[in-house]
């Protein structure tokens, strides 16, 4: 008869279901010792998220000038409860110790997996592959999206006596048994202003690739340089700039405003606009140096592109920044390469990195969110403000198609049924905010103007109609029958 503390408990469980109890009594001792250290964790957890009165009383000890212990933020659900209880002097990380061990191990896994997926669509190793760097995704992963890139390039960070990273080194190309794959990295403005060490380890690490005495089809990157220099007589420094952002003091594509103020005639514009704001270069000795060549010439190799989503609370539709950023140089690659890429996300928010393409996440935000009754109805309780993210999304599709015409006419067809040819919703939202609902029609307009959404002379009508009443109204303009 088993004697382990589970099991001894059970009489003071009577109230739990038989099977669970018959599980209890059933467990070796190995898998019962992973259940207590999983059990104990979580009343650590419980108890650490119960116990907040520390704020209070470590915002009173600083008003008096008392010292506040430190403490690094963080997720309770990738970093546990190591970043609780609450009230003390946090900060983001270390950034001698970025990419974190587990983000390391995540990312190498999430490199490989972008590479199986490109080989399963294509048959061939991807050449190239543009990683998207945003600053509080890396912060939030502790270096996810850095270890991604390490992962491709063939390369681990390396570490002093004290476990700090002085530096990424490449992987024996023996050991690592494939290609090192080129990586085009676009980041953030703060990403820029705050990784400033790692993008200095990434460009030396490029250099270090791109000098490597390895084969060109097992060093993309070498390939890639070389090609580069002899085609356009450029010194090594200038082909082997791999990290590029907007310049120094500026932030965002502009890409997201063309789209709010639908200051854009040709769909090309987007993509030159993401260029013309991402064309300097980072790392070691370029500090926002302008190249636009060697960008250029890097689109054209692009087989696909991705970007991390680390939040379970946000979506590709969810805000303007995507498309702004992947969506846009999707489009940037295109014209430039004369072939359309796959972009692929990566759902990095729970135990699983999950690898989605585009248009299938499209879609299913589209029947989870925005034409979901339990999203709109959950929303149009807000009033207002939830009237006004309903609008929101209808600017986000029209960004999406305009980037990349990933969204289906279905999306619009059901966008336009539910929300402005329902008249019982459609009264619903004019009442809580009829700025939103003008926008939302203006958006069904514009997204047929531009060609983006095949509608039926019919339905353009009704909403042209809407559209003139709805601006009658807000400008105060009687309308008589």
Same mark, same amino acid.
Request: aromatic share 8%; no cysteine; proline share 3%.
């Given at each position: 008869?088993?004697?382990?503390?589970?099991? %001894?408990?059970?009489?003071?469980?009577?109230?739990?279901?038989?099977?669970?109890?018959?599980?209890?009594?059933?467990?070796?001792?190995? =898998?019962?010792? $992973?259940?207590?250290?999983?059990?104990?964790?979580?009343?650590?957890?419980?108890?650490?998220?119960?116990?907040?009165?520390?704020?209070?009383?470590?915002?009173?000890?600083?008003?008096?000038?008392?010292?506040?212990?430190?403490?690094? !933020?963080?997720?309770?659900?990738?970093?546990?409860?190591?970043?609780?209880?609450?009230?003390?002097?946090?900060?983001?990380?270390?950034?001698?110790?970025?990419?974190?061990?587990?983000?390391?191990?995540?990312?190498?896994?999430?490199?490989?997996?972008?590479?199986?997926?490109?080989?399963?669509?294509?048959?061939?190793?991807?050449?190239?592959?543009? &990683?998207?760097?945003?600053?509080?995704? @890396?912060?939030?992963?502790?270096?996810?999206?850095?270890?991604?890139?390490?992962?491709?390039?063939?390369?681990?960070?390396? /570490?002093? #006596? &004290?476990?700090?990273?002085?530096?990424?080194?490449?992987?024996?190309?023996?050991?690592?048994?494939?290609?090192?794959?080129?990586?085009?990295?676009?980041?953030?403005?703060?990403?820029? =202003?705050?990784?400033?060490?790692?993008?200095?380890?990434?460009?030396?690490?490029? &250099?270090?690739?791109?000098?490597?005495?390895?084969?060109?089809?097992?060093?993309?990157? %070498? /390939?890639?340089?070389?090609?580069?220099?002899?085609?356009? *007589?450029?010194?090594?420094?200038?082909?082997?700039? %791999?990290?590029?952002?907007?310049?120094?003091?500026?932030?965002? @594509?502009?890409?997201?405003?063309?789209?709010?103020?639908?200051? +854009?005639?040709?769909?090309?514009?987007?993509?030159?606009?993401?260029?013309? *704001?991402?064309?300097?270069?980072? !790392?070691?000795? *370029?500090?926002?140096?302008?190249?636009?060549?060697?960008?250029?010439?890097?689109?054209?190799?692009?087989?696909?592109?991705?970007?991390?989503?680390?939040?379970?609370?946000?979506?590709?539709?969810?805000?303007?920044?995507?498309?702004?950023?992947?969506?846009?140089?999707?489009?940037?690659?295109?014209?430039?390469?004369?072939?359309?890429?796959?972009?692929?996300?990566?759902?990095?928010?729970?135990?699983?990195?999950?690898? &989605?393409?585009?248009?299938?996440?499209?879609?299913?935000?589209? *029947?989870?969110?925005?034409?979901?009754?339990?999203?709109?109805? @959950?929303?149009? $309780?807000?009033?207002?403000? #939830?009237?006004?993210?309903?609008?929101?999304?209808?600017?986000?599709?029209?960004? +999406?198609?305009?980037?990349?015409?990933?969204?289906?006419? +279905?999306?619009?067809?059901?966008?336009?049924?539910?929300?402005?040819?329902?008249?019982?919703?459609?009264?619903?939202?004019?009442?809580?905010?009829?700025?939103?609902?003008?926008?939302?029609?203006?958006?069904?307009?514009?997204?047929?103007?531009?060609?983006?959404?095949?509608?039926?002379? =019919? =339905?353009?009508?009704?909403? %042209?109609?809407?559209?003139?009443?709805?601006?009658?109204?807000?400008?105060?303009? /009687?309308?008589?029958?």
């Amino acid at each position: 008869m088993k004697s382990n503390h589970i099991n %001894r408990n059970l009489d003071s469980h009577n109230h739990l279901p038989e099977d669970l109890q018959s599980f209890l009594k059933n467990l070796s001792p190995e =898998d019962e010792a $992973k259940l207590l250290k999983i059990v104990n964790a979580g009343k650590d957890l419980l108890g650490k998220l119960q116990t907040n009165e520390n704020e209070i009383h470590s915002l009173l000890n600083a008003l008096e000038g008392g010292y506040t212990l430190p403490q690094f !933020g963080g997720d309770v659900i990738r970093d546990g409860s190591a970043v609780l209880p609450t009230g003390r002097n946090i900060h983001a990380m270390d950034p001698w110790r970025i990419p974190s061990d587990l983000a390391m191990k995540r990312g190498a896994h999430i490199a490989e997996k972008l590479i199986e997926a490109h080989q399963e669509e294509n048959g061939i190793y991807p050449e190239t592959i543009a &990683q998207v760097l945003w600053g509080m995704d @890396t912060i939030k992963t502790k270096g996810e999206p850095v270890a991604i890139i390490l992962g491709l390039f063939g390369a681990e960070p390396i /570490k002093d #006596g &004290q476990g700090k990273i002085s530096s990424y080194g490449l992987i024996p190309i023996e050991k690592l048994g494939r290609p090192r794959i080129d990586v085009l990295m676009t980041a953030s403005g703060i990403f820029r =202003d705050t990784f400033g060490m790692q993008m200095d380890f990434l460009d030396r690490l490029v &250099q270090l690739a791109a000098s490597a005495d390895e084969p060109h089809e097992m060093n993309f990157i %070498r /390939k890639h340089v070389d090609e580069i220099m002899a085609e356009k *007589r450029i010194t090594f420094e200038q082909a082997t700039a %791999r990290i590029f952002t907007q310049r120094e003091g500026d932030y965002g @594509t502009y890409v997201d405003d063309q789209i709010e103020s639908s200051s +854009w005639q040709e769909e090309n514009e987007l993509g030159d606009m993401f260029i013309k *704001r991402n064309s300097y270069s980072y !790392g070691g000795k *370029r500090s926002g140096t302008e190249n636009t060549l060697v960008l250029e010439l890097m689109m054209k190799k692009v087989d696909r592109i991705s970007q991390e989503i680390d939040s379970v609370e946000y979506g590709l539709t969810d805000h303007q920044h995507y498309f702004a950023q992947s969506g846009a140089m999707s489009q940037a690659v295109e014209k430039r390469s004369g072939k359309k890429v796959s972009v692929s996300y990566i759902e990095s928010y729970t135990s699983e990195t999950n690898i &989605q393409n585009l248009d299938s996440m499209i879609r299913m935000e589209a *029947r989870t969110k925005i034409l979901n009754p339990k999203w709109y109805d @959950t929303m149009l $309780k807000n009033g207002r403000s #939830g009237a006004a993210e309903i609008s929101s999304r209808f600017t986000y599709l029209l960004g +999406w198609s305009a980037t990349t015409k990933s969204v289906d006419k +279905w999306v619009f067809d059901e966008s336009a049924k539910t929300f402005l040819f329902d008249e019982e919703m459609r009264n619903k939202l004019e009442k809580l905010n009829p700025e939103a609902l003008k926008n939302m029609t203006g958006r069904m307009l514009e997204a047929a103007g531009r060609g983006l959404w095949n509608a039926s002379e =019919d =339905d353009l009508e009704k909403l %042209r109609e809407l559209y003139a009443d709805l601006e009658d109204k807000l400008e105060g303009i /009687k309308v008589t029958s």
